[in-house]
Structure formats: C-alpha cells, structure tokens
C-alpha cells in the first residue's frame, strides 16, 4: 500500500532517528522531532506537561492531545512513588490535581492508579461558570513507562524531575530509560542541581544545563555585561521568557528589594550562550503569539507552552519572512 505524504515524512525522520542511534551520532542538539520540518525556522513548540491548558496535566489523555496538535516535544514531570516507580505528577501534595492528599511518594503505584488526576482540571463555559468534566470521566497517573510506549521514537521527551532526593529517583528513571531502550530520545531537567550531580552517574544521559548555570549567566549579561562561562557547543539550556524576580541591594544597615518581570532572554544573552558554538534554547512560559515571534526573532530553538492547541494555531499563522526589530537577531 502506498505510504501518504504524511506517513512518508513520519517514516523518514523516524527512519532518521534510528539510524542517528544507531551510530551514536546524535547529541541532545541534534534530537529531531516528527514535526520540526513543518515550520522551517520556528522555535519547536514543546507541550508543557503534556499540554496543561488542554487536558489534565501529564496524563496520557494529554500527550495525545499534544501529538494531536502535532507538539514537537513532550515535556513530563517524574516522581518516585513509595515501591519505586517513576510516576508522571508535578506538585507537592496530590491534593492539587487529584481527590486524595499526601504525596505521591507516601503511595505505592497501585494505589495511586485508582487516583483522578484529573478532578481538579476546570474548563469555563459561555457564562464563565467553572465545570469538571473529569469528575465523572476518571484520569489515571500514568506510570514513566508507559508514557513513554504512547510517544511515538521520533518525537522528543524533556523529563523535569520532582521531589528529592535525587539520586533513588535517578536510578529508577535510568532503570525505565533502559528497558525502554529510551535514553536517546530523552533529556533530563530539573531546578535542582542534585539531579545534574545523579545523572552524572549514567554517561547516556542527557541532562539540561543546571539552572543555576542558567540563571547566572543570565544575570552576568543582564547587570554586569559580561558574559560568563559560556556553555559547549549542543549543551541545552532552560529559563523563563518572562520571570517575576526579586532585585535585592544590601547596604550595611538592611537591604532594599525591587520587585520585577525580568525579560533575560535579549539578542546579547542569545549571542552569549552561543559564543562556544550552537547551545540550544528553551525559553519557558510562552503561549501568545507576540511572545512566540519574539522568541523566533531571538532564534531560540524551543519554547514551552501550556496549550499545544493554541500554539498550533498560533505557529501556523506565522507569517514569513518575520517581521523582526533589527535588534533582535
């Protein structure tokens, strides 16, 4: 039967990602996604908990929404269950999204099945009134296996990893990417820099920049005009587009604070972070299209948005040549 010209470009690049693991000739720059070509030149659109606006946040219901909207990447949040299963869930207390409390590691992965992940999920109607249409369509918490077995191999997954400590959480993660067969498809990110320091253990794992590194460097061309420790050339680095931060001047008798929305990523901070070669970009936190131009403007490479429904519009409509400040590139 003859392939569609869909099928035939979803053949060739996972054709393509099979034969860049197979001679370990793909860094974390270079992992390809079954919808990047669709745009050339655009940042790829990675679907920020599967898509949190769209569906209840990393279900499986959500990655399907996200692939639907043809995200580029899937980014999903990982914590340790009590018998040691890396479980897709992002906050402190399962009170945020399901209809029990506690946390997620004081459960064992059975019982957390039997949990709704997603009875907190609202969606307005017309008159503006909340509803739960989860309430009586239950949502299970997908365990890390099989979200990734629902993922199709030519489509990238960024795991944010949650809870400490690092090092059982990273040994289990490594345990799944294994059996899976998964590592080179997979970057590893955390606010944490604990979790840098475990996955050092595992040479196969590909891991964010610690977001100290980040941030520092950040500030260094924001305040001081300099630009520091440059990161190598296919490293990838994450921050916020925009980031409400605290300015803190100490004086000898207190300090002052000046609340702020910092907006880090500028043509200088870009031009910073590459100056060792082509180190990758995402910029978290986008999900209009004036924000998504200005990213494309500053060639980042990714961004991290909330609804991948919105941004399909949103990076279709994208007229081009863009329509940049002179500044910006």
């Not at 000739?25 to 908990?49: E, F, K, N, Q, T």
């Amino acid at each position: 039967m003859p392939l569609s010209c869909t099928s035939l470009r979803s053949f060739m690049l996972a054709s393509s990602l099979a034969a860049c693991i197979a001679s370990a000739g793909c860094g974390p720059g270079s992992i390809p996604s079954a919808h990047a070509d669709d745009s050339s030149g655009l940042p790829m659109i990675v679907a920020h908990r599967g898509g949190t606006a769209d569906y209840p946040e990393n279900t499986l219901l959500a990655i399907e929404g996200a692939l639907t909207n043809h995200a580029d990447a899937i980014w999903l949040t990982v914590q340790l269950t009590r018998d040691g299963v890396p479980v897709l869930y992002r906050p402190a207390n399962l009170s945020a999204n399901t209809d029990r409390k506690g946390a997620v590691a004081a459960l064992d992965f059975a019982a957390l099945e039997r949990l709704n992940a997603g009875w907190n999920f609202a969606r307005s109607d017309a008159g503006g009134a909340k509803r739960y249409p989860y309430r009586d369509e239950p949502v299970r918490i997908p365990a890390l296996a099989e979200a990734l077995r629902a993922i199709p191999p030519a489509v990238p997954v960024m795991l944010d990893m949650k809870a400490l400590p690092a090092d059982p959480q990273a040994a289990a993660v490594a345990r799944v990417l294994d059996q899976e067969n998964a590592w080179q498809r997979v970057l590893i990110y955390s606010t944490d820099a604990a979790y840098q320091k475990a996955f050092a253990a595992y040479p196969q794992a590909r891991v964010f920049e610690s977001r100290d590194a980040t941030r520092a460097r950040l500030a260094a061309v924001a305040l001081a005009q300099t630009c520091e420790d440059a990161p190598q050339p296919g490293t990838w680095t994450a921050f916020e587009f925009a980031r409400k931060m605290e300015l803190v001047e100490t004086f000898t008798l207190g300090e002052a604070r000046s609340a702020v929305t910092a907006t880090l990523w500028t043509p200088e901070a870009v031009a910073c972070f590459r100056k060792m070669g082509e180190a990758r970009i995402l910029a978290i936190g986008i999900d209009n299209a004036d924000d998504y131009r200005a990213a494309a403007c500053l060639g980042v490479n990714a961004v991290l948005a909330d609804s991948p429904q919105r941004m399909r519009a949103i990076k279709a409509g994208m007229t081009r040549p863009l329509q940049c400040p002179s500044s910006a590139r």
